[in-house]
């Protein structure tokens, strides 16, 4: 029996692909043109990941919806983390929404680029039983057994009669793979494993995300010649990104900041993610609700004194 699977893991080389581009905006006479680099921004920040969101469906550029929202961000670069390796980022930045395996197909180009220079890691440890394809967990797919003609059907389950896909899932704002018994990966199958199938554990089962360890995409760097070039994993979040929240950002577009997905956004994030203003708002409710019971409490008093008082008089 011969399995393929795509096996994912956060990049340790951030790849760089040349996606330079320039446009022109404003005619200066008959003869020139000005012409801005309109990624030029993007020199001064590098993206992280922040949260996944299962409940909302994104429509990509080919008028697909993908069932899973991923917010990313672009942080100041150099602020990005902390001494310890820990996220920071606490200012400057802008949030972007891209559906899920918008998302996937960059991060695993980025995986796949970063191993070319370390072919080992993609041996299969020994067992030839397995065959590991990178990226071929980027989108929901079927996922299909091939049989040898001794192997029968292992565990009882038969392969003729159900249809399984594997795919990414947004689970408790993490990225993780998944078994799937419809071709939208929309339905897990929690009675059947991909163990039970295969006798081996499903790569990624949990999270390929690793919460506690900061690791930034650079969006402007040298590649192995020394030319600076853009990181088309930037590039493509900020182009297709279905929301854009750039309020706080120093530097943005030479065609302005895009602020209108900024209230959805914010209804994203997790606490921690969302800087300082969520520990004001938590602050300010705090406030709030300590002086509206104290402005009831105060009425109830004087309701007691003046019942009190009418007593008195009767």
């Keep these: 029996m011969k399995i393929a699977l795509g096996l994912l893991a956060l990049p340790a080389v951030f790849g760089l692909k040349k996606t330079h581009k320039t446009r022109a905006i404003r005619k200066l006479n008959d003869q020139q043109q000005y012409d801005v680099d309109e990624y030029e921004f993007l020199q001064n920040y590098e993206q992280i990941y922040v949260t996944c969101d299962a409940e909302m469906s994104v429509m990509n550029q080919e008028g697909e919806y993908e069932y899973g929202a991923v917010v990313t961000r672009f942080c100041p670069t150099g602020a990005t983390c902390d001494t310890d390796g820990t996220k920071k980022c606490e200012g400057g930045y802008g949030d972007y929404v891209v559906g899920i395996e918008t998302y996937m197909q ?30 071929e967990f980027g989108e929901c797919r079927q996922f299909e057994v091939e049989q040898n003609e001794n192997d029968g059907n292992q565990d009882g389950y038969d392969q003729a009669q159900a249809q399984y896909y594997i795919g990414p899932k947004c689970d408790g704002g993490n990225i993780r793979i998944a078994l799937f018994t419809d071709e939208d990966c929309t339905a897990e199958s929690y009675d059947v494993s991909f163990e039970d199938l295969t006798g081996v554990a499903l790569p990624w089962s949990t999270s390929i995300i690793e919460d506690d360890d900061c690791k930034p995409y650079y ?5 192995e010649n020394g030319e600076y070039e853009y990181n088309e994993f930037c590039t493509t979040m900020y182009e297709q990104a279905n929301l854009k929240c750039e309020t706080d950002m120093e530097t943005f577009s030479p065609y302005g900041k895009s602020e209108g997905g900024c209230e959805t956004i914010a209804a994203m994030l997790p606490v921690s993610s969302s800087g300082g203003n969520a520990g004001v708002f938590i602050i300010i409710l705090i406030v709030a609700a300590v002086v509206g019971f104290g402005i009831w409490y105060f009425l109830q008093q004087k309701k007691k004194t003046a019942a009190s008082q009418e007593g008195l008089m009767m």
């Design 219 to 223: 969006c402007y760097g040298a590649n």
């Design 106 to 135: 960059q991060f695993l180009e980025q995986f796949e680029r970063g191993q070319e220079d370390n072919q080992n890691n993609n041996q299969n440890n020994g067992d030839d039983a397995f065959e590991f394809n990178f990226g």
